[in-house]
Each structure stands twice: as structure tokens, then as C-alpha cells.
């Protein structure tokens, strides 16, 4: 192939260093294989190529990839030439699991005797050692994270959260059965997000005390694909457009599944989102230990091993009592809190994410995900939704509660990912010398 998308680094192999043993077809299946893994589960571009080319250079071989949305190319050269493959494969999934046990096996790599057949009997060793989150622990930790994010929210009525604990729980049960009978990313955050809206409904019909909806919006918080959009706002950050804007629109594209689930739900039971309302702020002991459950809920769905959970945890629940000391005790903006606390995530998360072999973007999110301005983002859909049926009968005040629902939520977005990206970016600039 001749087409580059990207710019990546490289890492050349000296003439008299490339190994007449190692096969150049063998090698290239090889790094191919291992470079399709760590792009689909997670792993940050960068540091999917450097890792590759590790693997490269213990074979003796010079080695190029090229990353896009749809497709990795892998391009090898030796005394013969240069060798291609080309693989269809997008980054929609995040198994920290996974692309841990791939980047503890690179970095345990002996050079001396390193061949292709032997690597790839240590890579499948390194993966049976995955072990699969049950659908016992998906279920309860699903239902917990919900229930957390109620009580960060101001929910406090005994019912309700009952309510959307069992919510998250029936979503997240529904969602590994649609996992397993259909290809589609989309219909399982859509589907959990029309039983979220049911449920929702009818809790309204019972008249349970509940803030903004949260009965309804809560389980739908815990299926926004934040690591997507991270890694496409650090795609984004070092330039790499093409697959940047990719990925934010594949994320954008759930979001938007989300919302349609979630308004679907509520209008078949004869309810609505109401948009822009005071928000309200739960005691820190509250909202610290809510934040460490929703962070340990998190990293389940990321398929985080236990042992790994008590880092990210800890940083969450200092994280979220930076922001309630900012916003609360100091009173400033709800987009300085978010931009500060993922700031401190950022600078504590970029070191221990590369001691543990974890994707950054997955262990930050987690970090920060009860940060995420999911109510404004679905109060905001539901006050367009309201314009387009109401039409010129809509009410005044609408159109602008719509916009400061949509501006809220943008800004605070803007603000984590600024909060997140620049120290990792620094960091990684002089730790390594380039962005890893």
C-alpha cells in the first residue's frame, strides 16, 4: 500500500541486524495481530504504534502503521523490501483486561531467541489469563454505579433509588444479551436506554420523589462511551484527524442512540425531560464515596481485574472532593470544578496507567465519569424534542433553557478534556519525548 493517513513514529532496523530467521510473512501476521488488539480494546493510537514497533525491533525488522477508523495497516521491511497488511478492524471496544496482560507481555520481552512462533504462544498465554467479568458482577456493579450516580445527582428518596438501581441492573442484563445475538454497537445502549425511559415513566405514574428524573437519566448516565471520546480528543490533540473526528463521531453517535432510547421510553409512557433546574449538591462524605462506587463500577465495565480497581478509585474520590470543595465551599463554576479535578486525575492517572500496562483513556474516565454532564445532555434532547411537538405553542422560556442545557453540558465536556489531555501530554513529552 502507498496511502498514509497518519505520521507515526518509526523505528528502522539496521541491514546487518535483521535476523535471517525470523520470516518476514510470520513477523508481519505477528505484529499485525498484536497491534489489531491493543487499537480494539482501548489502548491509546500512540502508544498501539510504539508498542508495535517495540515488538518490531526485537525481531530486527523496520516496521510503519498506519491506524485509521475501519483499518490498521502494518508495513515491515527487510533486505528484500517492504511487506504489507492491511487489517479491517475500529477501536470500539475497551477490555483494559486485555491490552494490560498485551503491554505486560511486550515489556517482558527478552530479544535474545525472540521469534514470531514463540510470541505468539506468549500472547495467547497472556490473554487465557484474562478473566472474563461475570454477568453477576456486570449486573451488580451496573446497578451500584447507577445508584451512586443518583446519590451525586441529589437523589435521596429510598424508592427511587431502588428504582434505578434495578433499572441499571435489567439495562445491563438486557445489554450482554443483545452483546451476544447481535454485531451492533448501538442497539444495546439504545435498548437499555428505551427500559431506562419505561421505567422512568412509570415511576413518574407512582408519583417516587426523584430530582431532574434521575430515575430515568441515571442508568442511561453509566452508557455513555466516555473513553471514546477521550481517545479522539488526544487524537485530536496530536493532529491525527482523521481517526480523532472518527472516533468522537462514533461516541457522539451512541450518545445520540442514548438520548433517542431514553426519549422513546418516557413518551411511551406519557412523560418528558423537564429542562434547566437548580442543581443540587449532596454532603462531601456523601459524594466521595458515591464517586469511589461509580469509579469501581466503571472499571468493571472496562473489564478492570479487582486488584487494579483501589488506584483509579482513589483518585475518583479525591477528585470529586477537589471539585465539591471548588464549586461548593469556593463557589466557582461547575466548568472550574470539572477542569480542575480532571486536571489532578490527569497528572496522578498518566504515570500509573503506564506502571499498570492500562490504557490511559480508560482509567481516567473511570476516574472522572461521575464528572460527565449527562443530565444536562438529555435534558437538552428532551427540550428540542419538546420544541418540535409544541411548536409555536412551546413556552417562552424554552428555547432558552434548551441553550443553556446544551451550553452547560459543552463547556463542561470542553473543560474535562482540556483538564485531562494537557497534563498527559506534558508528562508524556518529558518522559518520553514524544506523546506515548
Not at 413518551?267 to 449538591?281: N, P
Request: hydrophobic share 55%.
Amino acid at each position: 500500500m502507498t496511502r498514509k493517513l497518519e505520521t507515526h513514529p518509526v523505528i528502522p532496523a539496521k541491514e546487518d541486524e535483521i535476523s535471517p530467521q525470523a520470516s518476514p510473512k510470520a513477523a508481519l501476521a505477528f505484529l499485525s495481530h498484536v497491534a489489531q488488539l491493543l487499537f480494539l480494546n482501548g489502548q491509546t493510537t500512540q502508544r498501539t504504534v510504539v508498542a508495535t514497533c517495540r515488538l518490531a525491533k526485537a525481531l530486527n525488522f523496520g516496521i510503519e502503521v498506519f491506524p485509521r477508523w475501519g483499518e490498521l495497516t502494518v508495513r515491515l521491511w527487510d533486505q528484500d523490501g517492504t511487506h504489507d497488511i492491511a487489517a479491517p478492524v475500529a477501536p470500539t471496544n475497551v477490555d483494559m483486561g486485555k491490552v494490560s496482560a498485551i503491554m505486560k507481555m511486550i515489556d517482558g520481552l527478552d530479544p535474545r531467541g525472540f521469534k514470531p512462533a514463540t510470541a505468539q504462544v506468549m500472547l495467547q498465554e497472556a490473554l487465557n489469563r484474562v478473566a472474563t467479568v461475570s454477568m453477576a458482577r456486570f449486573i451488580i456493579m451496573t446497578a451500584a454505579g447507577a445508584a451512586a450516580l443518583g446519590v451525586i445527582f441529589g437523589a435521596s428518596d429510598p424508592l427511587g433509588m431502588i428504582l434505578i438501581a434495578g433499572s441499571a441492573g435489567l439495562g445491563a442484563a438486557l445489554r450482554r444479551r443483545l452483546m451476544r445475538v447481535s454485531q451492533s454497537p448501538l442497539l444495546p445502549p439504545f435498548a437499555a436506554a428505551l427500559l431506562a425511559g419505561i421505567i422512568g415513566a412509570v415511576a413518574t405514574d407512582l408519583h417516587v420523589s426523584s430530582p431532574q428524573r434521575l430515575i430515568a437519566v441515571c442508568p442511561c448516565m453509566v452508557l455513555v462511551p466516555g473513553p471514546h471520546l477521550l481517545n479522539g480528543a488526544l487524537d485530536l490533540a496530536r493532529t491525527q484527524i482523521s481517526l480523532g473526528l472518527a472516533r468522537v463521531t462514533y461516541a457522539s453517535v451512541i450518545i445520540l442512540m442514548i438520548c433517542a432510547g431514553l426519549l422513546l421510553g418516557l413518551a411511551m409512557g406519557g412523560d418528558s425531560l423537564t429542562v434547566s433546574g437548580d442543581s443540587s449538591y449532596v454532603p462531601l462524605l456523601y459524594d466521595v464515596i458515591a464517586a469511589g462506587v461509580a469509579v469501581a463500577a466503571y472499571g468493571t465495565f472496562f473489564s478492570m481485574a479487582w486488584r487494579m480497581l483501589p488506584a483509579p478509585v482513589a483518585i475518583g474520590m479525591l477528585a470529586h472532593a477537589v471539585r465539591w470543595f471548588i464549586v461548593v465551599g469556593a463557589g466557582y463554576s461547575v466548568e472550574v470544578g470539572a477542569f480542575m479535578a480532571c486536571f489532578i486525575v490527569s497528572v496522578l492517572v498518566t504515570p500509573i496507567a503506564d506502571r499498570l500496562r492500562l490504557p490511559f483513556a480508560g482509567i481516567a474516565f473511570a476516574s472522572v465519569v461521575s464528572l460527565i454532564p449527562g443530565v444536562f445532555l438529555f435534558r437538552m434532547g428532551g427540550g428540542l424534542l419538546a420544541l418540535v411537538t409544541l411548536g409555536a405553542k412551546a413556552p417562552s422560556g424554552l428555547l432558552q433553557a434548551v441553550v443553556a442545557d446544551g451550553a452547560t453540558a459543552f463547556v463542561v465536556v470542553l473543560a474535562m478534556a482540556f483538564g485531562l489531555i494537557i497534563p498527559k501530554l506534558c508528562i508524556d513529552h518529558f518522559r518520553h519525548g514524544h506523546g506515548a
